[in-house]
């Protein structure tokens, strides 16, 4: 039912996909006036009744949106967040009326901030927690004080996604399934073959691994399912090493070096659960005198512009993009439905795509 709901969901972004500005101001959700109200799950509304009778004729520009992005430093989110402002006033709510508030990584700062959307009664919520295993809190605030939630990147377990739908509730959940970026990374390197990739001839691709925030499904996802393309190629695997780089640059670089200084010519790839992290890496790999392509390979996930370029350069093998565009619609989309009492599926997937040097320019060119 999941994934009949997700290649649903993913034809109607498709369609969605229009044109994107630039504009990136945001702003911090004023102090609350007034304490939250309590969350009492009976207070939440069924799908079919809780239309604002304002939005109902399709009038969202006096609507209040709260965004909460986990962390705007994030490179990734930092595309989505943009995407999504710039897509909401497209929809017609008013830049005024968009308030996007910066977690800065910490659960207790976000949870202040959502807090404050309550008081000061936004009429929808668009959520990417800073920690997943929050939401069931988060939701019973946020439903039962009657406001409708989107949840974005970060996505709840499956007990907290069914009690949306056991319940009705207006909330939803908007991503990718993290399996399939994880795939694609392995399988960039399982068509190398592993003649090419298995410098050291001992039989094994040699790997590292460089891991997002283990809270985050995306992070345990792409660690598991990148290795787990290898061994279903039918190839043999070695890691050497597997660190925690939290999503950032800098540890990507500075976990990298030390992999590199430690088990020197042994690491033949290096896996990152995302660009950001495979960047650090990259100039990791370049300090220590490797070359990519023809001593070790690269992989990450998000196809930022700089990775793009990196593939089409040959310092990175490859990535794997990570629709914020299509992502960031969606949950608009979402948003708005709710607002008009249209209602959402409670899953609302996306599909990621393999970027080699082949096609790094044509993704390069769609991003533009
Ligand atoms: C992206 C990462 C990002 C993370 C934030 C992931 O889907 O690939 O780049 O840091 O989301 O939650």
Same mark, same amino acid.
């Given at each position: 039912?999941?994934?009949?709901?997700?290649?649903?969901?993913?034809?109607?972004?498709?369609?969605?996909?229009?044109?994107?500005? %630039?504009?990136?101001?945001?702003?911090?959700?004023?102090?609350?006036?007034?304490?939250?109200?309590?969350?009492?799950?009976?207070?939440?509304?069924?799908? *079919? %009744?809780?239309?604002?009778?304002? #939005?109902?004729?399709?009038?969202?520009?006096?609507?209040?949106?709260?965004?909460?992005?986990?962390?705007?430093?994030?490179? $990734?989110?930092?595309? $989505?967040?943009?995407?999504?402002?710039?897509?909401?006033?497209?929809?017609?709510?008013?830049?005024?009326?968009?308030?996007?508030?910066?977690?800065?990584? &910490?659960?207790?700062?976000? !949870?202040?901030?959502?807090?404050?959307?309550? =008081?000061?009664?936004?009429? /929808?919520?668009?959520?990417?927690?800073?920690?997943?295993?929050?939401?069931?809190?988060?939701?019973?605030?946020?439903?039962?004080?009657?406001?409708?939630? /989107?949840?974005?990147? +970060?996505?709840?377990?499956?007990?907290?996604?069914?009690?949306?739908?056991?319940?009705?509730?207006?909330? !939803?959940?908007?991503?990718?399934?993290?399996?399939?970026?994880?795939?694609?990374?392995?399988?960039?390197?399982?068509?190398?073959?592993?003649? !090419?990739?298995?410098?050291?001839?001992?039989?094994?691709?040699?790997?590292?691994?460089?891991?997002?925030?283990?809270?985050?499904?995306?992070?345990?996802?792409?660690?598991?399912?990148?290795?787990?393309?290898?061994?279903?190629? @039918?190839? *043999?695997?070695?890691?050497?090493?597997?660190?925690? @780089?939290?999503?950032?640059?800098?540890?990507?670089?500075?976990?990298?070096?030390?992999?590199?200084?430690?088990?020197?010519? &042994?690491? *033949?790839?290096?896996?990152?659960?995302?660009?950001?992290?495979?960047?650090?890496?990259?100039?990791?790999?370049? =300090?220590?005198? +490797?070359?990519?392509?023809?001593?070790?390979?690269?992989?990450? /996930?998000?196809?930022?512009?700089?990775?793009?370029?990196?593939?089409?350069?040959? !310092?990175?093998?490859?990535?794997? $993009?990570?629709?914020?565009?299509?992502?960031?619609? %969606? #949950?608009?989309? #979402?948003?708005?439905?709710?607002?008009?009492?249209?209602?959402?599926?409670?899953?609302? @997937?996306?599909?990621?795509?393999?970027?080699?040097?082949?096609?790094?320019? *044509?993704?390069?060119? %769609?991003?533009?």
């Amino acid at each position: 039912m999941k994934k009949f709901l997700a290649a649903m969901a993913s034809t109607l972004m498709a369609v969605s996909l229009v044109g994107c500005g %630039s504009d990136t101001s945001a702003g911090t959700p004023a102090p609350a006036a007034t304490a939250a109200p309590a969350a009492t799950a009976e207070a939440a509304a069924p799908a *079919e %009744s809780a239309a604002p009778a304002a #939005a109902a004729d399709g009038d969202l520009s006096t609507k209040k949106v709260g965004v909460c992005i986990y962390q705007f430093s994030d490179n $990734f989110m930092t595309l $989505f967040r943009n995407e999504l402002q710039n897509y909401l006033v497209e929809k017609g709510f008013s830049k005024d009326n968009i308030t996007i508030a910066d977690g800065a990584n &910490d659960q207790a700062t976000q !949870t202040n901030q959502i807090d404050n959307f309550i =008081s000061d009664k936004y009429d /929808v919520l668009i959520i990417n927690p800073v920690q997943s295993s929050t939401a069931a809190t988060i939701t019973d605030k946020v439903v039962g004080a009657g406001i409708p939630l /989107v949840y974005i990147n +970060r996505e709840p377990d499956e007990a907290e996604e069914k009690r949306w739908a056991d319940n009705k509730w207006n909330v !939803t959940y908007v991503g990718c399934d993290a399996r399939q970026s994880g795939t694609m990374q392995g399988e960039i390197i399982a068509d190398l073959g592993l003649d !090419t990739v298995d410098l050291n001839k001992n039989g094994k691709i040699d790997y590292v691994m460089v891991e997002g925030d283990p809270e985050n499904v995306d992070a345990q996802y792409r660690t598991e399912f990148s290795v787990k393309a290898l061994t279903d190629a @039918g190839l *043999e695997v070695n890691m050497l090493d597997d660190q925690v @780089g939290m999503w950032q640059r800098e540890e990507g670089q500075r976990l990298v070096a030390n992999m590199l200084g430690q088990h020197a010519n &042994d690491i *033949e790839v290096v896996f990152c659960n995302n660009d950001a992290m495979a960047l650090g890496a990259l100039e990791a790999i370049k =300090s220590a005198g +490797r070359t990519t392509g023809t001593d070790i390979f690269l992989v990450g /996930v998000d196809a930022l512009d700089e990775a793009c370029e990196a593939v089409l350069a040959g !310092t990175m093998t490859g990535t794997v $993009f990570n629709d914020h565009i299509a992502q960031s619609h %969606s #949950a608009a989309d #979402a948003a708005v439905n709710f607002l008009t009492g249209a209602g959402n599926e409670y899953y609302i @997937g996306c599909d990621y795509k393999k970027v080699t040097k082949d096609n790094a320019q *044509e993704i390069l060119d %769609s991003l533009k």
